[in-house]
């Protein structure tokens, strides 16, 4: 089975997403693979049998689709697909905000919540520590709530979203620097919409070290949220 047949084999099971979800899901799960491989040719092995193994440790493709579709209630895809309309709130006319769907600020409390119920089954078993990090950038908020481990790389998991749900999320960078205050970079996927931004940066550090630093440079001022790590995750 090649990459693009598993991921179509997982895609086949969704029965409760809507196009944008489904889009969102399909380049989380190649961004998964491709990190994966990436991880496995860096010890050695060939292209062919680091593709057989990635997709080997992400487990049967219909398992893995069936359980993804379960977290997408059928009444919400009713409700996206037939009624945002009906349900666009009028408050927002008072507020003199942008006019958006209850979709939108759904978005935006998931997110404020429980950002995990947005991660991909597949990157779940990499998660070594859950976490409830938030700091304020301006009007929006910045929330790390997990990290996770592939071999030597590490991964933050982070979502943006605006203080009040009825606005749009502003498009702004998130850089990051080890314990000893030097720049990282970063590579990783993200998904935005309207409503939030979710992004998962990923990084090659030392083995052991005990933090790394999400830092914002904005409105004149630096933001930071010193990040813990775990790299060793008891059974």
């Known amino acids: 089975?090649?990459?693009?047949?598993?991921?179509?084999?997982?895609?086949?099971?969704?029965?409760?997403?809507?196009?944008?979800?489904?889009?969102?899901?399909?380049?989380?799960?190649?961004?998964?693979?491709?990190?994966?491989?990436?991880?496995?040719?860096?010890?050695?092995?060939?292209?062919?049998?680091?593709?057989?193994?990635?997709?080997?440790?992400?487990?049967?493709?219909?398992?893995?689709?069936?359980?993804?579709?379960?977290?997408?209630?059928l009444f919400w895809l009713l409700v996206s697909r037939g009624a945002a309309a009906l349900l666009a709130l009028t408050v927002c006319a008072v507020l003199l905000s942008p006019i958006v769907t209850l979709s939108h600020v759904w978005d935006n409390l998931r997110a404020r919540t429980d950002p995990m119920s947005h991660?991909?089954?597949?990157?779940?078993?990499q998660v070594t520590q859950e976490l409830d990090l938030r700091a304020n950038v301006g009007s929006d908020v910045l929330y790390i709530y997990a990290t996770g481990r592939l071999g030597q790389r590490v991964c933050v998991h982070s979502v943006r979203y605006d203080r009040n749900p009825l606005r749009y999320v502003s498009n702004w960078d998130?850089?990051?620097?080890?314990?000893?205050?030097?720049?990282?970079?970063?590579?990783?996927?993200?998904?935005?919409?309207?409503?939030?931004?979710?992004?998962?940066d990923k990084f090659d550090l030392p083995y052991g070290d005990p933090y790394l630093t999400a830092v914002v440079e904005r409105f004149g001022e630096r933001t930071e949220i010193r990040v813990p790590l775990v790299w060793e995750v008891e059974e």
């Open 174 to 200: 998130v850089s990051f620097e080890d314990c000893r205050g030097e720049p990282l970079r970063k590579s990783g996927g993200s998904f935005y919409s309207a409503a939030v931004s979710y992004y998962d």
């Open 1 to 73: 089975m090649t990459k693009r047949e598993y991921t179509e084999a997982v895609l086949s099971a969704l029965r409760r997403v809507t196009p944008r979800e489904r889009a969102a899901i399909r380049a989380e799960i190649d961004a998964h693979i491709e990190d994966h491989m990436e991880g496995l040719l860096e010890l050695g092995y060939d292209e062919a049998l680091a593709e057989e193994r990635a997709l080997s440790s992400m487990g049967d493709p219909e398992e893995v689709g069936r359980a993804l579709d379960r977290q997408y209630p």
């Open 119 to 125: 991660m991909v089954e597949a990157y779940r078993p």
